[in-house]
């Protein structure tokens, strides 16, 4: 079975204007049907998360965030503490704990816990660190087949395609795609009836999961106090990867902690109505240790992989915020912007704001210079967040980094120190309103030519320069020739 390639993150990319879209959002803005199907898809997730808030907290969820993110940030101002306890209270249970700096150390502790132990055949739950890592090419490369198990990342992998949500992984396919998948990776019969889809996926997976001899899981949470791991999952197979195989291997990334079991209960609560609106996960496994003598079954031994991979870097100024990121996808949902371009244009693994903010200090902010831009600072993010990220403070603080390092380009630099020296002025700033408004109207297509100074509004569907990547996807509304200071001075003046 071929399995997902490497994401594709295109070579370094050509910084050109700032707001200029990048060419793989121009690719996603021409695609209609993507912009169907995610548009449809996130607008009804976020409205079915603003109900279940509603439903179950009314005015109280706002209290309930605040105290998620005092118990995010608690513990990453006191990450060493937490994950000294978390590593004594794992090896007191059987755990066998190691640590990872990078994705490259993570995947080779993985590959050769499977090498020693004769492994070939791996079932994998859904886990965005190891789409970060690349681990199943890893394994793949070293021998070991493996198998995602995740209904979505499943018929992702068998297409050869990658996640585009973090929650949702095939947002951006219908039923009719996953039926082709199937068709021509499984040689069955063409169907896109989804019971009939989810019956052939289930008989595919169920040999996997008795076949397996590793399983592979990310982590949800991690808790210090107890030494537990923790996995939110809908359908069942987190638990059959974790417990049919004689070893279960978790990697988790070191932000994945909380002190107490009791802090659960809040995050819990949170996790399942921002993802997916539901009171919980259908599967909430709370993982202790391997198999007890006196139990019948699951794994006989229980690894968890501590990553690093930049975190402990994000640590160390403004951006430690991201790091009490619990990957709900809400954001994403929530974003006009992710509606309108899906995850792939944004050329990471995380993606929509999250991505955004996540992806330069962890990547290279020179390497992916057009995702602070991708965002129009509406705030919709740090609204649906649960633990309160405060994604377009972290936006601007990465556009004042570009122009700082000269990673802006520098038509776009001088443009903005243009428009600084313009705002100094009130006599500057109102003459450049007026000329722009005149630049403006000249260009509108249909403004009718005696229009009433207040109320005329004509549409400019091509403009020039740097407002050209605005009407590429939509028109531009032309100012009324009286600005607003003007007309209501006029009406005040007898
Ligand atoms: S930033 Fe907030 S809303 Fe977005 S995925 Fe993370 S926790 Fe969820």
Redesign the pocket.
Known sequence: MPHAPAHPVPGPLTPTLPYDLGPRAAAATRDVRLQQFVNAATLSKDRARRAAFDASFGVRADDLRDLAARIKQHTLDHLDHYLERFDAAARARGTVVHYAADAAEANRIVVDLARARGCRRCVKSKSMLTEETGLVPALEAAGVRAVETDLGEFILQIDGDAPSH??TPMIHKDRAAVGRAFQRALGVPYTDEPAALAAIARRHLRDAFRRADLGVSGGNFLIAETGELVLCTNEGNGRLSTSCPPIHVALVGIEKLIPRRADLAVMLKLLAR??TAQPLTCYTSIIGGPRAPSEPDGPREVHVVLVDNGRVALLADETRE?L?????????N?CPVYRKIGGHAYGSVYS???GA?LTPPLKGLANYPDLPHASSLCGA?VE??????D?PRQLIRLRTEMVRRRIAPAGGRFLMRAWAWVLRSPRRYRAALALQRALLRALADDLPPHASPYASRGWIAHALGPLAGWTSQRDLPTPTPLAFRDWWRRRETP
């Open positions: 973090i929650v921002s993802a991201l009490r990121c619990i990957r709900c996808g809400a954001c994403l929530a929509g704001p999250i903010v993010c649906a967040c649960p633990v309160k990220i994604i």
